[in-house]
């Protein structure tokens, strides 16, 4: 049952005189998939106590029970297994602990007001995550099947999907290479497993507007590098970044990109603003998807909402400090706000820069970020009728 | 005695109305060490048998023992611990599986022609090492402390240091986030571990030339990044692009960078050119250590002992493709090669680039890579007495 799915891998075994064996998959894509009618399930004899709504902290918080599935190169996918959350066995060599190969999605679990359970465009984190694990020479699959085997853990899990307003159920899939060898080459051995956790409302009073920290110095992306995947190695380098975003008493690092400074993400979030441009139309405005940032499935989604309502431009173009300070002189800065599964939208009330405190908006309330918020989670919590969410 | 060494943190707690608490350590880089004095040793009681030498794959093989110290943000380091090899119990939600908080070193310890066990320059691993936690936000450690609990770890493990011509045991420092949580911040709990792996000989007979493949499209590490740090972020980008290389039969990629496509790195190893330069110089030449390429050990070595030989010039300064076409057009490239701790030195027959394979040296036999290969095994092995070794 272990090579439902699975297709022989074309290897080229390519021997180097100097002792290495490199075996390559020509097209690791065609890794084939496990599937949800193969899912085993063990549920827990020890279920843990859930902790209270009012303390919850993002990413301390886990369900009972988590999801896994095993990969080898020689046997494919296995069947995919719900079991009790535990702790991950990992030989000492496995490359996920040297290389950084891993990868990972964010999504959410939303308890509506009608008590039904939905998630959010689960496909689309489906189709990035495969994207990414190909970018990551770790092995894809059928995101179909995934998100089967999503649902059917949070339905295990029910209870522990929070009621509280604006809480909801983190949902994690990450996927690591964790064959026993080192040397920097394809993993022959993966793991994909899924985890969950309550987190709390991001904003207990309205939308808490943050400060931040825009030094060009240090750069999250590059024009042929891995900026745009979801992959582990683009976090590593940041904390630091955002220790000293913190010591300068900002909250987020607002990543500036080339010698013009143009604003790319902020934190690990799409940055949009909002303004009166140039030309002077009103226009929301984002980093284009041109490697830098990553393809956020709320930054699609606001993209989409705006649209519909066709009330502004919708523009999706580099952007640069320079222009957004000439914009701030003149009042022509309605909101900037960072967009993200965590928060929805993160409005931005100041940016540190060359030294100065940038003071945002310039004019007005954020009230476009607002009514992205309220659109979004209307949406998640079923009060307003969607294509977007789906049952579990 | 888990507190030896460790100093008080001064840590900011900062809240944010989200939910989130930003614990931030001023400054990790004062983690404290652990001490060799505090070093504890357990034997296993089931010794693996040793491969046979001729058999012997890089990164496939270890020892029957390794070394681990716990780090906490409360507690600081614990004692380093020798046991037997085993996997590692990880939270699936340690940072290590999401966010790259890793890092690693790569050392080796040579049996001499007078049967003693010798390290080169080990102090220089453990200086990159600190720094590369310091980047990322993982804690710092005495290195002289680590080096010396190495060298128990060799001698507990002595019988695995092979004896062959050109093989030797291969030491791998390893440093992981592997606190329970998520969210991209700072590593509360770490564990630093040490595995060790015979290897074989890079060369067989002589040294082997290499097919590099040179696609300026693939970017390695960019000004405001990482490149220069040992973390494990730099490595999961390569994996797909050495994957296409094999593709295009080449072994390893030539990594460019810039619109004049500069010579950076090769794999995971430094690059040099020995050529007759434009002012009609012979000169050694080898991109310099401006962020961009990580401060190869070799690297330092090969350009310690190129200026003690006063027969050439040697420069550190970028050099490009435009540079090395027109060199090969005239005749005046020598010889270009890779420089490692894995292989020494590693010389280049040919590069692909825009299409075109483009055959090195245009002059002469890998004479220069020979004679550094030489010079550094035989330090290495106590033919010739150096500074660079420490007996353990």
Redesign the interface.
Known sequence: MAAIGRKVFDK?S?H???????K???N?SNSGTFKYADLEITTTTNPQEKPAPEK?????H?TDH?LHVDWSMSKGWGKPHIGP?????????AK???????L?EGMKAYKGIDEKIRLFRPMENMKRMNKTA????LPTFDGTELVKCIKKLISVDADWVPTTQNSSL?I?P?L?GNDP??????SHNAML?V?L?PV??????GL?P?TLFAD????RA?????GNYK??????????V??KA??SNC?QVLWLFGDDHQLTEV??MNLFMYWTNEQGEDELITHPLDGLVLPGITRSSLIKVAEKWGEFKVTEKPYTMKQVIKALKENRVKEIFGAGTA?VVCPVKEILYQGEMLKIPAVGEPKLSMRFYDELTDIQLGKKESEWTELI
């Not at 919850?56 to 301390?60: E, M, S, V």
């Not at 190909?134 to 020479?137: I, M, N, P």
């Not at 590059?222 to 891995?226: A, E, F, L, M, V």
């Open positions: 080229i390519y180097l005189k100097n002792g290495h064996n490199v390559f998959v020509r690791i919850l902290l993002f990413g301390h886990f988590m959350l535990q702790n991950i066995s990992i030989h000492p060599a996920v602990l040297h290389y950084g190969a891993e990972f190909e970018r990551c020479a983190y994690r990450t690591i060898t080192l040397g920097v080459s394809l497993f985890i956790g709390g409302s991001y904003f207990t009073t808490d943050v060009p110095k240090y750069v590059w024009p042929g590098g891995c992959m582990g190695s683009n976090y590593a380098p940041t904390v630091q955002q220790a913190v010591e909250h934190g690990t928060c």
